[in-house]
């Protein structure tokens, strides 16, 4: 098994912050991507292939929230919840999401073992690592090549493991991905792994893509060595260690959204083209929205409004001061008013705590419509007694 077995090392806190800092921006684009896709989705007119596109373009929307979400991780060090998964059929599910990747000029050949390939990880985690493999593969072929993806049974001694800090000999489910593209020399497959090394111009590409894969599976115990030659192509090899479990079936249920009882919202996000769309969400869920990009204006809106807001929906990260600023003084006039946080940072870890007897919740971006609709039902119909205690 030929690896050069050397990368270099890197920062991971410094790459923890700067994708925190681009993952707000990059989270309101995605919602707004997402979100109009799931519009439209919903029209029932709509021609079959038009619809089938849409559906792409939702997917590619939420393997690339999925690859924010895994930036994130990966400054931090964090390890996804692991499940029993078969490999093989991981493959087989990206397929079509994969042939859209690479686009038309490149021919995609899928070969999944014929045993069940069964690893311990996060199903999305393994999505990645295939979409990012491909991606490259794909940038190495400018003018069309072909892209194959195998899984097999590997045995690892204690010689080969002894070239990976992270391996150990035993028994593996190997994923490979080659392509027929331009190859590298040994000194660009030196360091293919560093963050934000890449050799394409500048504005075309970030080298992250194959860091987050080398992250991925350096955290489930794996390991990845690439064979490549100028000219021949390129192979990327990951070994994952083989589970005795047996395989979990992963489902994902769909739920209609709740309609609301003409409640008013105060929203408030300095992301316009969000906001709107949010709002549209929350009006055709039955609410009552006002709304602003302006926490001054959001507030004096709140000061002058006759009546009661039971909500503000809010995000953490405002013009002027922040969504928690603006929380805290908005409940100073309208008391009976419950926060909704949302933001494009990882966890709820960036909302301070209101003052006890107020109720708060928070939400990622980006979110589905189901997902605004129902938390937001969620802190509507709070009682006054379990009100004191936050929403997560």
């Given amino acids: 098994m030929g690896s050069d077995g050397r990368h270099r090392q890197f920062d991971e806190a410094a790459l923890g912050q ?30 079959e292939a038009i619809r089938t596109t849409i559906g792409e373009m939702r997917d590619a929307g939420t393997s690339a929230q999925t690859l924010t ?41 899928t070969q999944p073992g014929r045993s069940p390939a069964i ?29 194959v993806i195998e899984t097999a049974s590997a045995d690892i001694d204690e010689s080969n493991a002894g070239q990976y800090p992270s391996m150990r000999p035993g028994r593996y489910v190997m994923l490979s991905v080659s392509d ?33 894969v080398f992250s991925i599976v350096e955290q489930n115990g794996g390991a990845i060595s690439v064979h490549s030659q100028p000219g021949a192509g390129a192979t990327f090899k990951v070994y994952f260690p083989r589970s005795d479990r047996a395989p ?19 929203l408030v996000d300095d992301a316009g083209s969000l906001r709107g769309l949010m709002r549209r969400l929350l009006e055709e869920g039955g609410y009552t929205v006002l709304d602003s990009g302006d926490p001054a204006l959001a507030l004096r809106i709140a000061e002058e409004h006759p009546g009661p807001i039971p909500l503000l929906i809010t995000d953490v990260v ?7 600023d603006l929380a805290s003084r908005v409940t100073r006039t309208k008391p009976e008013t419950r926060v909704l946080y949302i933001s494009g940072f990882n966890d709820d870890s960036v909302v301070p705590q209101l003052h006890p007897g107020h ?8 979110f589905t419509q189901d997902d605004l609709l129902s938390k937001v039902r969620q802190l509507l119909d709070l009682s006054t007694r ?3 205690l936050p929403v997560t």
Wanted: with cysteine; glycine share 12%; charged share 20%.
């Fill in 18 to 47: 700067i994708a925190g800092g681009l993952a707000h921006d990059l989270n309101n684009l995605l919602g707004v991507i997402l979100r109009h896709c799931e519009i439209l989705q919903g029209k029932r007119d709509l021609p």
């Fill in 69 to 109: 979400q895994r930036l994130l991780d990966l400054g931090r060090g964090q390890l996804a919840e692991r499940l029993a998964v078969d490999l093989n059929q991981i493959v087989n599910h990206s397929e079509a999401m994969l042939r859209g990747l690479v686009g038309d000029g490149i021919e995609l050949v």
């Fill in 119 to 147: 690893i311990d990880a996060d199903p999305s985690q393994l999505e990645q690592v295939l979409m990012n493999l491909a991606a490259n593969a794909r940038d190495a072929m400018p003018q069309g090549g072909k892209v």
């Fill in 180 to 212: 027929s593209g331009t190859g590298m020399d040994r000194e660009t497959q030196s360091r293919i792994f560093e963050p934000f090394f890449t050799t394409k111009p500048l504005g075309k590409g970030t080298g992250l893509g194959l860091a987050s």
């Fill in 248 to 266: 979990e079936v992963v489902r994902t249920a769909k739920t209609e959204p709740e309609l609301g009882a003409k409640e008013t919202i105060l």
């Fill in 318 to 324: 405002l013009p002027g001061f922040s969504g928690s």
């Fill in 359 to 366: 109720a708060y919740a928070f939400l990622k971006k980006p």
């Fill in 386 to 388: 379990t009100s004191l």
